[in-house]
């Protein structure tokens, strides 16, 4: 592995061939406390290099909160957990103003105290449990990178990733997110379960002293140095016209959107979609050692990039069918 200071020095196609090393350790590292996930791995570092955010959808015991934990160490990022129930005040997540004495004047003045949201990698857990005014805690932070208090603004350090997570089943006492939450998330990650295989190698390594000793692979500066080749990445023409005519597609009002999705979709995907799926393209491409991204590599994010940002109308739902159902067709029309 090559260090800080070398890495600062290569040039773009040295520095394709340095993310691929660095990706294929990380995911040896996390490999040694998460069993299988090696699609969800990826995703997550796609939307880590992109400066994007993720949610995770998934049952309870799939491993959500070790894997973003065990994301943190390897990366050797600030990490903090907010644990979102119903009392939850956005002053717990942004952080508030306390009254402080100075002893050796005799006066009083008030100092901002910083909340959980001043981390690098930042768990919302299960972020659907907190009213939308808690919620629209976030939204500043994750679009712009900082918090307003008190009048003043408090820049957050870099990189900042949130990573949230959602029950999909257990719906009492829980709050859905706004359309505009979600929009900020870049990606929507569902979990699968494991295979039995993948299981065995889960109950026995969890009901043992086995604790891994993982390694730190990459630090923030790398990170915001590989973040910025992203934006580096050229697009051919064909490839930036795909992504932007598939999510066109999405718009039940769009002319040429096929008769399914004006039949089974209320809303399509916005701008952010688009944008989301070139930096998603250019982000596995070079985590793949490629100097620049096709076509399939729009195909392969697009489920997670969409999943969330069309929304079915009621013919869809009586007719059983999920959005990445139609995802799925729309890629064999497109």
Sequence with gaps: MKTEKEIEKLDDVEAVAAIKESFNAIKKEIAKAIVGQNEIVEQLLISLLARGHCLLVGVPGLAKTLLIKTLAEVLDLKFSRIQFTPDLMPSDITGTEVIEDDRATGTKSFRFMKGPVFANILLADEINRTPPKTQAALLEAMQEHHVTAAGQKFILEEPFFV???????????????????????????????????????IVQSTTSMYTPALS????KKEILFFQELVRRVPVAENVMAYAVNLVSKTRPTDPSS????????????????????????????????????DVEDIRKVVGPVLRHRIVPNFNAEAENVSPIHIIDKLLQTV
Aim: no cysteine; aromatic share 12%; hydrophobic share 40%.
């Design 216 to 219: 730190h692979i990459l630090g």
């Design 163 to 201: 990573l949230a997570t959602q029950n999909p089943i257990e719906q009492e006492g829980t709050y859905p997110l706004p359309e505009a939450q979600l929009d900020r998330f870049m990606f929507n990650l569902w979990l699968e379960y494991p295979t039995v295989k993948e299981e065995i190698q």
């Design 258 to 293: 096929p008769q399914f999705i004006k039949n089974w979709l209320r809303w399509g995907a916005g701008p952010r979609a688009s944008q989301y799926l070139v930096l998603g393209a250019k982000t596995r491409a070079i985590l793949d050692g490629r100097h620049t991204p």
